[in-house]
């Protein structure tokens, strides 16, 4: 499995950032079952790959949620992992937030985020471990290129109210008004 470990700018380094990505997921009820029963063995930001557009877009919702944490203290989610998926979104409205970015049963292509934190500190290793142990899928790159590859451009186009018709690929301009809806939103 090729898990990515990122340092956050402005963010201490014990908050480092896990990301692992699969595809043919095949157990996403079960995965998403934890995480509605309050398992905490799976506190990580499930995320529904094909409403990504780059790494940039899951690492900017990474980061409100984590500053939120530490600046503010106050998360509109019960923990910083689902805060992710709510910082997805364009709007306040968590339940949609959660249907249109988090996993779901018919999840196939799966983003896997888990914050580690002073309080809570988890390797790379016993993040890869209990991944490949719990997720049923084929590992994949956390990269831009393997992001596009299960885009739904539809999908994105509905959640951000921007025209996708005919979208192959993203391009900079796509990701700059996303990621602006991203940020108005945690400001607004």
Not at 1 to 30: C, D, Q, R, W
Not at 113 to 128: D, Q, R
Request: net charge neutral.
């Amino acid at each position: 499995m090729s898990l990515t470990t990122l340092t956050l700018e402005h963010i201490p380094a014990a908050h480092a950032v896990h990301i692992a990505m699969y595809h043919n997921v095949g157990n996403a009820a079960f995965l998403r079952d934890q995480l509605l029963a309050g398992n905490t063995g799976f506190e990580y930001a499930f995320i529904d790959a094909g409403a990504m557009v780059s790494t940039t877009h899951v690492l900017a919702a990474a980061h409100q949620a984590v500053h939120k944490l530490l600046v503010t203290g106050k998360l509109r989610t019960k923990n910083v992992h689902s805060e992710i998926v709510f910082c997805l979104s364009p709007n306040n409205n968590i339940t949609e937030s959660f249907r249109r970015f988090g996993i779901s049963p018919t999840t196939t292509s799966l983003v896997c985020v888990k914050i580690s934190s002073e309080e809570k500190p988890i390797s790379a290793e016993e993040v890869e471990r209990h991944l490949n142990k719990v997720v049923e899928g084929t590992p994949a790159e956390f990269t831009d290129a393997v992001i596009a590859q299960g885009t739904d451009w539809a999908r994105v186009g509905k959640c951000y109210k921007i025209p996708t018709a005919g979208i192959k690929g993203v391009t900079e301009d796509m990701e700059l008004q996303i990621l602006g809806k991203l940020v108005m939103r945690a400001v607004g």
